[in-house]
């Protein structure tokens, strides 16, 4: 559970990064669902967990929640960074904004590096879901571990051969309690999530 340290090599300029105040309450409506129930939030050791971001235009630049907010129910908008450009092999990211970006930001980037068309990528946990959705659904590797390359590559691999699929949800083997959903919208990926969690709980 070490979601909140930035293991991957962040070039970060820090200075204030304006976007759109419409992507900010798209961001923040869809946050609140997830915090609510418990898919974005914090552990009792303090650190937290979830993230949400939004890309920009089809191009390598989205606009992520920023490292170790998980814990808050509400973010302003200068708890979001910029992710300008990264190189998943070099296990690298390139952010701005007044904070860093998350720490999974090299996830959501293979998603968007895999599939233009995806606009929007939500990273959560949840221990009980998680364990349902190894059994049938994609899930990577064990052995790949949270925060390398090699994870934020598979997951992209995952995401492409699942890309037809209607529901587009991958379990992280090698991160406990991680999912990853992806959707050509920020509504269209919580909408996956909120869905599934609401199907599976009351089975």
Same mark, same amino acid.
């Given at each position: 559970?070490?979601?909140?340290?930035?293991?991957?090599?962040?070039?970060?300029?820090?200075?204030?990064?304006?976007?759109?105040? =419409?992507?900010? &309450?798209?961001? =923040?409506?869809?946050?609140? =669902?997830?915090?609510?129930?418990?898919? +974005?939030?914090? !552990? $009792?050791?303090?650190?937290?967990?979830?993230?949400?971001? &939004?890309?920009?235009?089809? #191009?390598? #630049?989205?606009?992520?929640?920023?490292?170790?907010? /998980?814990?808050? *129910?509400?973010?302003?908008?200068?708890?979001?960074?910029?992710?300008?450009?990264?190189?998943?092999?070099?296990? #690298?990211?390139?952010? @701005?904004?007044?904070?860093?970006?998350?720490?999974?930001?090299? #996830?959501?980037?293979? &998603? !968007?590096? *895999?599939?233009?068309?995806?606009?929007?990528? &939500?990273?959560?946990?949840?221990?009980?879901?998680?364990?349902?959705?190894?059994?049938?659904?994609?899930? @990577? *590797? $064990?052995?790949?571990?949270?925060?390398? $390359?090699?994870?934020?590559?598979?997951?992209?691999?995952?995401?492409?051969? +699942?890309?037809?699929?209607?529901?587009?949800?991958?379990?992280?083997?090698?991160?406990?309690?991680?999912?990853?959903?992806? /959707? *050509?919208?920020?509504?269209?990926?919580?909408?996956? +999530?909120?869905? +599934?969690?609401?199907?599976?709980?009351?089975?």
């Amino acid at each position: 559970m070490n979601e909140g340290s930035i293991k991957f090599n962040c070039l970060w300029e820090q200075k204030e990064v304006g976007f759109p105040n =419409e992507i900010y &309450v798209q961001l =923040e409506t869809a946050r609140r =669902e997830l915090y609510n129930r418990g898919l +974005i939030g914090m !552990y $009792p050791n303090g650190i937290g967990y979830g993230n949400i971001s &939004v890309r920009k235009d089809n #191009t390598q #630049t989205f606009i992520i929640s920023g490292s170790a907010t /998980g814990g808050f *129910s509400y973010l302003k908008q200068s708890d979001y960074a910029k992710v300008t450009n990264y190189n998943i092999s070099e296990n #690298t990211i390139y952010c @701005t904004g007044l904070i860093k970006a998350s720490a999974e930001s090299l #996830t959501h980037a293979a &998603v !968007y590096q *895999s599939l233009p068309e995806v606009g929007a990528v &939500v990273h959560v946990h949840c221990l009980w879901l998680w364990e349902k959705l190894m059994k049938d659904y994609p899930t @990577t *590797s $064990p052995e790949i571990e949270y925060g390398t $390359p090699a994870m934020a590559e598979a997951v992209g691999k995952l995401a492409l051969d +699942i890309d037809g699929r209607e529901e587009k949800i991958i379990a992280m083997g090698g991160h406990h309690e991680g999912i990853v959903v992806f /959707g *050509s919208s920020l509504m269209e990926a919580t909408e996956q +999530i909120i869905n +599934i969690y609401n199907r599976f709980k009351n089975d």
